[in-house]
């Protein structure tokens, strides 16, 4: 069968695409694996001034309310964030929920921790 020029370019589109994926799916397997808890200081700060920190995934909305320029809608995307994609492994995580920029992550950051939870698992799809 003889393949014109526009078929010949569909056609090593196609193959590249399929390498792609093989490629995705080959390195997704290895990025799956478990992750291993790291070790977790809480920041200088914090130990200094003997202050209790804040563990974003465990507080209720009391504690994480707490936390300054953290309000009751604050409080409750933090609860959402945390049920919908899984325990923050970094404090700097806090990012991807919706109100929350690094101004009030700068003044948080030395108040909050993640409870060691490097080792958190994705949940997420």
């Given at each position: 069968?003889k393949l014109g020029r526009g078929d010949g370019?569909?056609?090593?589109?196609?193959?590249?695409?399929?390498?792609?994926?093989?490629?995705?799916?080959?390195?997704?397997?290895?990025?799956?694996?478990?992750?291993?808890?790291?070790?977790?200081?809480?920041?200088?700060?914090?130990?200094?001034?003997?202050?209790?920190?804040?563990?974003?995934?465990?507080?209720?909305?009391?504690?994480?309310?707490?936390?300054?320029?953290?309000?009751?809608?604050?409080?409750?995307?933090?609860?959402?964030?945390?049920?919908?994609?899984?325990?923050?492994?970094?404090?700097?995580?806090?990012?991807?929920?919706?109100?929350?920029?690094?101004?009030?992550?700068?003044?948080?950051?030395?108040?909050?921790?993640?409870?060691?939870?490097?080792d958190a698992q994705n949940t997420g799809g």
């Amino acid at each position: 069968m003889k393949l014109g020029r526009g078929d010949g370019r569909t056609l090593a589109a196609v193959m590249a695409a399929g390498a792609a994926m093989a490629l995705c799916f080959a390195l997704r397997g290895a990025a799956m694996e478990p992750l291993r808890r790291l070790p977790h200081e809480p920041p200088a700060a914090a130990q200094a001034q003997g202050t209790q920190l804040v563990d974003i995934n465990s507080a209720g909305l009391e504690e994480l309310m707490s936390l300054p320029g953290i309000g009751q809608v604050r409080a409750q995307a933090i609860l959402d964030d945390r049920e919908e994609n899984g325990p923050y492994r970094y404090p700097e995580e806090l990012v991807r929920v919706k109100g929350i920029g690094e101004g009030i992550l700068e003044n948080i950051l030395d108040q909050i921790t993640t409870g060691g939870y490097a080792d958190a698992q994705n949940t997420g799809g």
